[in-house]
């Protein structure tokens, strides 16, 4: 489990359903769904607005649920320290983009929300960490995001929910989405690879014949002990990645040991 401050959830109810929200996720998709508004002195706002607008949806579909948002830090994280190729060919964040985040930060604070950062991880591992730590204490977690990743981390007490598609993602939602179960995540991630984080996977393997060899091997160990009678070159290509493969596997995991050290309803 984290290590987090004993102040963490020392004003939460065991009962209280919390609701954690990938700010990163949120703020792209805002900036790419809205046109380039702007304020009246020039300032673009296009990305605080769309923001705003979802953490508003949220709100009002979930009144009296606790809220923190959740941001990447700046700089690499320990899956560069893995493989210096990780997100290698993302560009650079839009200036457009860069200018709105102070201030949407200042404005996330004066509604009295918490931002939780840390450095050297991104924000599914905190978003994961915290997920599970309270999901031990019994409490209901859900978790307000797009990425594809944080399905590994859906379980009986956490759930995603898509504002923007209006979905929630139990664990029978997973399985309807992906073909595979909560806990064969991580395995059909490694298999399939991610282009937008340059993780390899295997070349020419997508999310059929991912789920093909999960529900015939059940996982990525057993699949591996098989590669031999994977047939044509799909196969050939399975065996002549392997070490590759178990790279994507470690990249794709997501990690639940964060030490958060903030007090998630004071954290400024």
């Known amino acids: 489990m984290p290590n987090l401050n004993a102040n963490l959830d020392k004003?939460?109810?065991?009962?209280?359903?919390?609701?954690?929200?990938?700010?990163?996720?949120?703020?792209f998709r805002a900036f790419f769904a809205l046109p380039p508004l702007t304020s009246p002195s020039g300032h673009p706002t296009g990305a605080i607005l769309g923001f705003l607008n979802m953490l508003k949806r949220l709100i009002t579909d979930h009144p009296t649920k606790k809220l923190a948002v959740i941001f990447d830090a700046k700089g690499k994280t320990f899956r560069h320290d893995m493989y210096d190729d990780y997100k290698?060919?993302?560009a650079s964040m839009p200036d457009d983009l860069a200018v709105q985040i102070a201030?949407?930060?200042?404005?996330?604070?004066?509604?009295?929300?918490p931002i939780i950062i840390e450095p050297?991880?991104?924000?599914?591992?905190?978003?994961?960490?915290?997920?599970?730590?309270?999901?031990?204490?019994?409490?209901?977690?859900?978790?307000?995001?797009?990425?594809?990743?944080?399905?590994?981390i859906v379980s009986d007490k956490i759930n995603l929910v898509d504002?923007?598609?209006d979905k929630i993602l139990d664990i029978k939602g997973v399985k309807e989405k992906f073909g595979v179960e909560c806990d064969q995540i991580?395995?059909?991630l490694s298999l399939i690879g991610d282009t937008s984080d340059n993780i390899p996977g295997v070349p020419k393997v997508g999310p059929?014949?991912?789920?093909?060899?999960?529900?015939?091997?059940?996982?990525?160990d057993n699949?591996?002990?098989?590669?031999?009678?994977?047939?044509?070159?799909?196969?050939?290509?399975?065996?002549?990645?392997?070490?590759?493969?178990?790279?994507?596997?470690?990249?794709?995991?997501?990690?639940?040991?964060?030490n958060i050290d903030k007090d998630i309803n004071s954290y400024e």
């Open 103 to 113: 201030p949407l930060h200042n404005i996330i604070k004066l509604l009295g929300i």
């Open 88 to 90: 290698a060919n993302r």
């Open 120 to 152: 050297k991880v991104e924000a599914d591992d905190v978003l994961a960490s915290i997920s599970s730590y309270f999901a031990n204490k019994n409490n209901n977690i859900l978790v307000a995001t797009s990425d594809k990743d944080l399905a590994q």
């Open 223 to 258: 699949l591996i002990k098989n590669a031999d009678q994977i047939k044509g070159k799909v196969g050939e290509n399975l065996r002549n990645n392997l070490d590759q493969l178990k790279l994507s596997q470690q990249l794709v995991t997501i990690n639940y040991d964060v």
């Open 163 to 165: 504002t923007m598609k």
């Open 208 to 220: 059929k014949t991912a789920v093909k060899w999960l529900s015939e091997y059940k996982n990525l």
């Open 11 to 27: 004003n939460l109810d065991k009962n209280t359903p919390i609701i954690l929200i990938d700010g990163s996720g949120y703020l």
């Open 186 to 188: 991580i395995d059909y």
